[in-house]
């Protein structure tokens, strides 16, 4: 297996006025690219080369200890999955089922999603905020630094999670990522997305 830079599932600037072209631009083109480029050598290197890239991932977690390797693979998952995680007039309606479960672990819909800007602020430094099906059965909203995700720590399934590094939202919000954040989950999120993820890991 070699990392592959997947296209954008929609129009560089179809997702504006809540995220530009020109931040896709960057973000995609330069950053996610860059994540496949410098993970592909060092996955020459590593001796992981037959592995799928989640294996990669837990394979190079280290209990946290990171290294070039695990950095690049993680964040191309990470990146791979966000891309998929919006849509071009996101936000909206979130379907029964998904609804439901988030009613009744976070007590509301506002409550998940204060909880979820909450943890995106918060985070300090660069890192994403997520919403994780625990292996409890229960959604929680979690926070990780750097390209730490849900299938590293082993904490459960990630349905959603939003990139707090600077360089997704510095373009169009400057150092406004609560402007940011409450954007990404009101009027960018692919909630159809999330809640296939939901349905195929109940
Ligand atoms: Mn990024």
Redesign the pocket.
């Known amino acids: 297996m070699s990392f592959e830079l997947p296209d954008l599932p929609y129009a560089y600037d179809s997702l504006a006025p809540y995220m530009s072209a020109e931040t896709l631009e960057f ?1 995609h083109d330069k ?2 690219n860059a994540y496949v480029v410098n993970g592909n050598k060092l996955l020459e290197e590593s001796g992981l080369k037959g592995k799928s890239l989640e294996e990669v991932i837990v394979g190079s977690y280290n209990g946290g200890a990171v290294g070039g390797l695990f950095n690049n693979a993680a ?1 191309h998952w ?2 791979v999955e ?1 891309w998929n995680w919006m849509k071009p007039n996101g936000g909206g309606a979130i379907p029964g089922d998904l609804e439901k479960k988030l009613i009744e672990d976070f007590g509301s819909v506002d409550a998940f999603k204060d909880a979820f800007v909450q943890a995106g602020v918060t985070q300090f430094g660069s890192g994403w905020c997520w919403l994780v099906l625990g292996t409890d059965g229960k959604l929680q909203v979690t926070k990780t630094a750097n390209g730490i995700n849900p299938i590293a720590t082993g904490e459960g399934t990630a349905l959603l999670g939003c ?1 707090v ?1 600077e ?2 939202y510095y373009i169009d919000y400057r150092n406004a990522r609560p402007d940011y954040v409450k954007a990404f989950v009101n009027d960018l999120v692919n909630w159809e997305r999330v809640a296939e993820l939901f349905e195929a890991a109940s």
């Open positions: 973000h950053h996610h964040q990470n990146h966000f990139d590094w360089h997704s």
